[in-house]
């Protein structure tokens, strides 16, 4: 890289715009591969031979391979820049997609699977971290409602495009739809992504760290979304969970001591940060274990196609995608305190509408409750997102956006996992081979609803009662104009900006 590109001027507004369609649309593609196929099971599992063990790796496999890779995506764009790294796991991603589209057998699949988590292991904290740099003040907190209304649709409404493509041109067409947009969002990102800036972090890298986070999270998802198989009191779950502690417990030993550790530590202590993380786990669990149980409602107990399941639940969906970039616009004028309050204690109240379900309960009964779930989902996603970066270094987007994107993975696994036992408690039948009869589905997502609205409202108080208002200024402020925090509002006393130093490793080892 030549002195020259490390100073390339910023992205100018076009070209942060076509930047913004392209990583969101990446994004996009990283979510909705994994929900897509989980609808597809059934014609993958009768093509290529496997048994429901083998169909449950083609789906976990790749979250697990996303989740326990991505620390290592973050801190390979803060060490080498966000551009490259962004730009390799696109690549990565749209190749390994057509292999597995090509898949000639389930191991092979499988294994592809894999591949395909670690190229969105390193896109996901990239995108991110792109985003920061290339947009400042109001115009930020848009840009990142945008990317939350994005992963909101592919969370959310990626079992519907699964269903309407294995529907039209069979299962492998999941796959194949990223061959063809992927070269696409390349093209573009490569033109329009900013260069990368030089680096602060120097240093051999932290193999340690990175193997004691991968062991720790490996086993964490894994024993998650194999509780409602084994139960909760089986010993094989809790020595895997055991395990996942003492893995991330010798993690957090490790980074403590490293030169230049996988993930600073330091970082906890930002203003935001730890809660933001917890917040974004919390409000993913319960999206998801809303959403994955009503569509099992709506399939097993009224009889619906899974591409009728979908349309079902669209309102959530789409209310969800339209709210999230509209709030970023509202974060400058309110603030995230007050939208994370409000989206939550809205989520809170659309839960307690769900959980009066009954056996004859249909779209039109479920459509109050999933609208103000909906929005309140997508009042709360992109503050929570803004807040939980909005205090971290330039130097560090990178790994504190891959731990936000971990939070948020433990919080799907976790979210389904408590909600199946609750409904395992009512309902202990094998899901797959038996119908409900009665109140007994209805009765366990009922219960799960009511635990799901007080995790919102748990989540809430934390928000007012933890979340700071406003932060550093994180771009160089034209002379004789007031100094904007991340989330665009003016300070109270705006006439004597306050500075703040840069850090650097070599500050942040000194206060050890």
């Known amino acids: 890289m030549t002195r020259a590109d490390t100073h390339r001027e910023p992205p100018n507004a076009a070209h942060r715009w076509w930047m913004l369609t392209s990583v969101c649309l990446a994004w996009f593609l990283v979510l909705a591969d994994d929900t897509a196929v989980a609808i597809a099971m059934p014609p993958i599992g009768r093509d290529l031979g496997l048994d429901l063990t083998g169909l ?48 000639p057998d389930g191991p092979a699949l499988i294994g592809l699977r894999a591949a395909q988590g670690a190229g969105a292991a390193l896109m996901g904290p990239a995108a991110l971290s792109l985003l920061l740099a290339a947009f400042t003040g109001p115009s930020r907190a848009l840009a990142l409602g945008v990317w939350s209304g994005a992963g909101a649709t592919a969370l959310a409404g990626g079992p519907l495009l699964g269903a309407a493509l294995t529907a039209g041109f069979g299962w492998r067409s999941i796959f194949l739809l990223n061959v063809v947009l992927g070269p696409v969002l390349w093209a573009i990102a490569r033109r329009t992504l900013p260069a990368p800036q030089p680096r602060a972090r120097t240093g051999p890298l932290d193999l ?15 024993a998650l979304t194999r509780a409602t198989v084994y139960g909760w009191t089986s010993p094989r779950l ?4 055991a395990g996942a502690v003492a893995a991330l417990a010798l993690f957090v030993v490790i980074e403590r001591r490293a030169a230049a550790p996988l993930l600073d530590l330091s970082l906890l202590r930002r203003p935001n940060f730890l809660v933001g993380n917890v917040l974004g786990l919390v409000s993913l669990a319960v999206m998801c274990s809303v959403f994955f149980f009503l569509a099992l409602y709506l399939q097993l107990a009224t009889g619906a196609t899974p591409i009728r399941a979908g349309l079902a639940l669209l309102p959530l969906t789409l209310l ?25 204690l809205l989520t809170a109240t659309g839960l307690i509408l769900l959980a009066g379900i009954d056996p004859g309960w249909g779209s039109w009964q479920l459509l109050p409750g999933l609208l103000v779930t909906g929005l309140g989902i997508g009042l709360s996603t992109t503050p929570i997102t803004t807040a939980t970066l909005g205090h971290v270094p330039d130097h560090h987007t990178g790994i504190a ?26 309902w202990p039948d094998d899901l797959t081979k038996t119908s409900p ?29 933890a979340v700071r208002a406003g932060s550093r200024p994180r771009a160089a402020v034209p002379e004789g104009a007031p100094a904007r925090s991340v989330d665009g509002r003016v300070p109270a006393n705006p006439g004597t900006p306050r500075q703040y130093p840069r850090e650097t490793p070599t500050h942040r080892r000194g206060e050890r």
Request: aromatic letters at 8%.
């Open 56 to 103: 449950e790796w083609v789906v976990n496999l790749y979250t697990l391979a996303f989740a326990v890779l991505t620390l290592w995506g973050g801190m390979l764009a803060d060490r080498y820049g966000a551009r490259p790294v962004f730009l390799t796991g696109l690549m990565a991603f749209t190749v390994f997609s057509l292999a597995a589209g090509l898949s």
């Open 208 to 222: 340690a760290g990175g193997v004691a986070s991968a062991v720790g999270l490996s086993a964490l998802i894994f």
């Open 238 to 241: 809790w020595a895997l969970l």
């Open 320 to 344: 969800g995608a339209v709210v999230a970039p509209a709030t970023g616009w509202l974060v400058p004028r309110v603030g995230t305190r007050v939208l994370i309050g409000a989206g939550l």
């Open 401 to 426: 956006s891959a731990a936000l994107n971990a939070s948020r993975t433990i919080g799907l696994s976790l979210g389904i996992a408590v909600m199946g036992t609750i409904v395992a408690a009512q």
């Open 437 to 465: 009869a009665g109140t007994d589905l209805t009765t366990g997502i009922a219960d799960g609803m009511w635990i799901n609205a007080a995790l919102a409202l748990a989540a809430a108080a934390l928000a007012a009662a």
